[in-house]
């Protein structure tokens, strides 16, 4: 890799993939910072939830039946970083470049990219103070706010899980209602689309956010954001960092969950592990997310994506050879095609899916809190349907060092 022009050798020299090629033992897979356990919504919650435009992606983690909890694959997701440019901002794959875009983060995530940046983030003055107030006495029996100094701890706010009041069978105030939303909002918002490295707790930047929509009366009253550009901003910023770690129990932030269901629908990783097989371990892996983008476009409530089997202790000697192994044939470079979408979903899509699709192919910089990241569809356009040039140009702005860091 480090011949290539394109490539940056300071980074290529602590890349991963470097690593990876002098000693493929010497590196675990990262770890996804997720949750153990998603929330339930409450009916009450959905107007504001669609008022922010969070509905289809809080129904896609939404907790079911019995099934409580979406397994992510560390490995897969590790995979994928392990081929990830910061320099281009794609994934190098033997049959070029590919990389999540904004049309990726509509149609599998339900995310609206009109709207104004997420950020930057402030945590609010005494934040512990105010956000305690709001609480007490909202469900008996809990506690003053347990906090660190970077936020809230999960714990806490877990006791304000819509069960925890006792529902359905119990009816909830409006109190508990808005305040339980606002400590999901918290959940959803530091656990799922921009997680982080805080284990224990979630960060009090999210706390204006949160309580602006926990406590909306109409939708005027929510600001509208582009959570999708946000989402992929973090999570390119993430997969800059990860593809540089190296150390036991580093992880991978941003969205996690993005990077999973993206690699079902471009790339057929699972079908081409259960065919080529791996011995003991075929049977460690089922379909990845084989429904998952049917969830978020007819905003069904199955169970699918809640029960994808994780494949365990392939990393790195037989994940990354299935990788390599991998042809163009077995790449879907435009899984929304019309004709893919009639085939798939006969019933039709969510609006929320194609609302936005003039920003599909914008130029624009993405922004995460103080984060500004640079998209590469220039160099990805043959997953837009489009000519792609044998060598594609280098970003023509690209960021500059002090930028990017």
């Known amino acids: 890799m480090a011949a290539r022009p394109l490539l940056d050798p300071g980074i290529d020299e602590k890349h991963r993939a470097s690593h990876l090629e002098s000693d493929p033992q010497s590196i675990d897979p990262l770890q996804t910072r997720t949750p153990k356990k998603n929330w339930m919504i409450h009916p ?18 939404e907790a079911r039946e019995n099934v409580s909890r ?20 794609t994934f190098h794959f033997r049959w070029g470049e590919m990389a999540p875009t904004l049309e990726d983060v509509s149609m599998l995530l339900g995310l609206p990219l009109a709207g104004e940046p ?19 006495g909202v469900r008996e029996g809990v506690g003053p706010i347990s906090f660190e100094a970077h936020g809230p701890r999960q714990a806490w706010l ?57 406590e909306a009366t109409e939708a005027e009253d929510i600001t509208q954001r582009s959570w999708g550009s ?8 993430g997969m800059c960092k990860g593809c540089q770690l190296t150390s036991h129990g580093s992880g991978i932030v941003g969205c ?9 629908d471009e790339v057929s990783v699972a079908a081409t592990i259960l065919v080529l097989g791996l011995g003991r371990q075929t049977s460690c892996m089922t379909r990845i997310a084989s429904t ?70 914008t130029k624009a910089k993405i922004i995460f809190d103080i984060f500004v990241e640079e ?8 997953q837009f349907g489009m000519r792609q040039l044998i060598e594609p140009p280098p970003p023509t702005v690209p960021l500059p060092p002090r930028v990017h860091a």
Not at 44 to 60: H, I, M, N, S, T
């Open 118 to 136: 997420i950020g930057p983030l402030e945590e609010p003055v005494g934040w512990m103070h105010s956000m305690d107030a709001r609480f007490v």
């Open 70 to 89: 979406l397994n992510y694959d560390a490995t897969l997701i590790t995979c994928l970083v392990d081929r990830w440019r910061p320099e281009t901002h």
């Open 256 to 264: 996690p969950l993005l990077l999973q269901l993206w690699s079902r």
């Open 292 to 361: 998952c983008r049917r969830l978020v476009l007819y905003g069904h409530r199955g169970r699918d994506i809640l029960g994808i089997i994780i494949m365990r202790n392939c990393y790195p000697k037989h994940s990354r050879k299935q990788f390599d192994l991998l042809l163009e044939s077995d790449v879907s470079w435009e899984p929304y095609s019309e004709d893919h979408r009639d085939e798939t979903y006969p019933g039709g899509i969510s609006l929320m899916c194609t609302r936005d699709w003039a920003y599909w192919m």
């Open 44 to 61: 009450q919650w959905e107007d504001r939830l669609k008022w922010a435009g969070l509905l289809p992606f809080a129904r896609l983690v």
């Open 158 to 214: 877990h006791e304000f899980q819509i069960e925890q009041f006792g529902y359905p069978d119990a009816p909830m105030t409006a109190a508990q209602i808005t305040r339980s939303l606002e400590a999901y909002l918290m959940w959803l918002l530091g656990k799922t689309m921009f997680t982080d490295n805080h284990g224990n707790t979630i960060s009090a930047r999210y706390i204006p956010i949160a309580q602006e929509i926990a």
């Open 375 to 382: 998209m590469s569809q220039q160099r990805v356009m043959r």
């Open 230 to 237: 946000a989402v992929l901003a973090a999570t390119y910023r």
